[in-house]
């Protein structure tokens, strides 16, 4: 018990700066971001995967938190995102 209570703060700690596994559709808004060549925005995914804007920011967002986008704030709102250099193994 006392191996576990000192343990668990590292094992959390571990399993929270790996990234989750990538949804196909994740992949492919990644895949747009590549051949884009440029930040990609909401309205690019919007107008590529017929989605609405919500679900386009919902992706992008989720993207940013697993460590595959870069946020990039003009005037205090997020406009775009970058696409990170990494790597690639990770989407598998």
Not at 3 to 26: C, D, Q, T, W
Not at 36 to 44: E, F, H, L, Y
Not at 76 to 81: D, L, N, S, T
Request: hydrophobic residues 40%.
């Amino acid at each position: 018990m006392l191996l576990k209570l000192v343990i668990s703060p590292y094992l959390m700690r571990n399993a929270e700066e790996r990234p989750g596994p990538v949804p196909a559709a994740e992949k492919e808004v990644l895949r747009l971001a590549w051949e884009m060549g440029r930040p990609i925005r909401p309205i690019d995914v919007t107008e590529h995967f017929s989605v609405n804007y919500r679900t386009a920011r919902k992706w992008l967002k989720s993207l940013a938190l697993k460590g595959f986008l870069y946020p990039i704030d003009r005037g205090g709102k997020i406009r775009y995102y970058e696409l990170k250099t990494g790597n690639p193994e990770l989407l598998l």
